[in-house]
């Protein structure tokens, strides 16, 4: 058993090494893998960057669009309050004499202790 293992180890070995020197196979075998590495690496982030850029002007077209709702919310209860609506609904309103205002009171106690 760990005679095996010591030939997959001399085997691996003598892949990168090649009379105790590097091999130039192995070293551009390693450059192949690391240039790979890199370039997922910057796929990865190039791609998070850009969802979140998406994201981003998405939020930020909502936001604008509730803020201009607000504003014609806030415009629309300005106008509802301004005096010359009020003055327009309570036209034609007459004060009432003296004899023709009741008030309600109550006859009986509903509910004693």
């Known amino acids: 058993m760990y005679e095996a293992l010591d030939n ?3 085997t691996i070995r003598s892949l990168f090494m090649r009379n105790e020197r590097v091999s130039a196979v192995s070293i551009g075998a390693v450059m192949l893998l690391a240039v790979v590495l890199m370039g997922l690496v910057s796929l990865t982030v190039l791609n ?3 969802s979140k850029g998406y994201l981003l002007s998405k939020l930020e077209g909502e936001r604008q669009e509730l803020v201009t709702d607000g504003e014609i919310t806030d415009m629309l209860t300005l106008r509802a ?3 010359t ?3 327009e609904k ?4 007459v004060k009432p004499e003296r004899q023709d205002i009741y008030y309600v009171t109550p006859v009986s106690v509903v509910a004693a202790r």
């Open 85 to 87: 609506v009020i003055e």
């Open 8 to 10: 997959a180890v001399y």
């Open 48 to 50: 998070d960057k850009s």
């Open 81 to 83: 309050r301004s005096m």
């Open 90 to 93: 309570t036209y034609g309103m």
